[in-house]
């Protein structure tokens, strides 16, 4: 059960992330989970473990190390998609 609320809330981090940066996260669901699990993990490494906790991750480095994320990926797409044109 702690795996599924760790799911949940990585999703719902990821989610988060891209309603605030205003851009969607490839692979639907699956890839708002990826972008919570990886910024949850630049996050802490980034500023440490702080604020409310849920599902085992620390809800605002998580969220900002999620927005770190979404601004690196959208910025290496659209690099990528400049350079086939």
């Known amino acids: 059960m702690a795996f ?3 799911l949940i809330i990585g999703g719902i981090i990821g ?5 605030i940066m205003g851009k969607d996260i490839p ?3 699956i890839g708002n989970i990826i ?3 990886i910024g949850a993990w630049l996050g802490s490494v980034l500023l440490g473990n702080w604020g ?3 599902g085992g991750f620390y809800f ?3 969220l ?3 927005i770190i994320l979404i601004a690196i990926v959208s910025l290496v797409l659209r690099t990528v998609g400049r350079n086939k044109a």
């Open 4 to 6: 599924l609320w760790s």
């Open 15 to 19: 989610w988060l992330a891209g309603v």
């Open 64 to 66: 900002i190390g999620a």
């Open 35 to 37: 972008a919570g699990f």
């Open 60 to 62: 605002l480095p998580a």
């Open 52 to 54: 409310p906790e849920a």
């Open 27 to 29: 692979g639907g669901i």
